[in-house]
């Protein structure tokens, strides 16, 4: 069974500044997707950025990129010019190719960015 | 596009009673998924079509839960004799087909509150 585990419950940072938020997931298939999902308050889940396992190349999206370590089971949010609608909470999660699409999430960082 | 919908937003029942959530999916998206979300912990997995076929069930979905898809379209997800334990975020998402990388399209979900 896959399992994903976020061990930064609560993160906080000033505004233009870095932040990582850290997940390691377990997982017995070579075949897999990595997922950051954010979820702002009291709104909708949206996808910040995808990486799928067999691309060596970490994946990024605008200020977002990720620190994949595919042997350490490690996939690390980095959030560059942190801005105030970064404030939400952050779920990692994996994805089987090759059996069932459900999702399987970690338990969330709640990230806050301070002015 | 109009995104995910799922109606109502909140509902508030007394235990015991029945409940009957719907959701939308983006047009044309031919798979569609239900999880839940409880206080502090990130969205567990209850169930998941394609198209108007049930194709996998979590061990979470007990008897009293049953959903259903007709005609492929819309779904909506049914709670019998409700328990204060089903107090969560009801969250419905969907995406096209496995060429769009597995990305998921979420609801605003439905917070279901048992009294």
């Known amino acids: 069974a896959q399992t994903v585990t976020q061990s930064q419950p609560e993160m906080s940072v000033q505004e233009a500044e870095t932040v990582t938020l850290s997940c390691t997931y377990d997982t017995s298939e070579s075949n897999y997707y990595l997922f950051w999902y954010k979820q702002p308050p009291s709104r909708q889940m949206i996808l910040v950025i995808r990486?799928?396992?067999?691309?060596?190349q970490n994946a990024t999206e605008n200020r977002f990129s990720v620190n994949f370590q595919k042997a350490a089971k490690s996939f690390s949010l980095k959030i560059s010019d942190s801005q105030l609608g970064d404030t939400a909470m952050y779920f990692c999660?994996?994805?089987?190719?090759?059996?069932?699409?459900?999702?399987?999430f970690g338990k969330g960082t709640k990230l806050t960015v301070n002015p | 596009d109009t995104g995910v919908s799922q109606d109502p937003r909140h509902k508030i029942t007394k235990r015991g009673q029945n409940v009957t959530f719907r959701c939308d999916p983006i047009?044309?998206?031919?798979?569609l998924y239900w999880y839940r979300q409880t206080l502090g912990q990130g969205p567990e997995f209850l169930t998941y079509f394609q198209n108007e076929a049930q194709l996998e069930k979590s061990r979470l979905l007990s008897d009293r839960f049953s959903a259903e898809r007709p005609k492929g379209s819309f779904s909506t997800l049914e709670i019998q004799r409700t328990e204060q334990g089903d107090s969560a975020m009801y969250l419905c998402?969907?995406?096209?087909?496995?060429?769009?990388?597995?990305?998921?399209?979420f609801g605003p979900g439905t917070r279901l509150t048992v009294t």
């Open positions: 998402a969907s995406s096209w087909d496995r060429l769009a990388a597995y990305e998921q399209y």
């Open positions: 999660a994996t994805l089987d190719q090759g059996g069932s699409e459900k999702l399987v």
């Open positions: 990486q799928e396992a067999y691309k060596q």
């Open positions: 047009s044309e998206h031919n798979r």
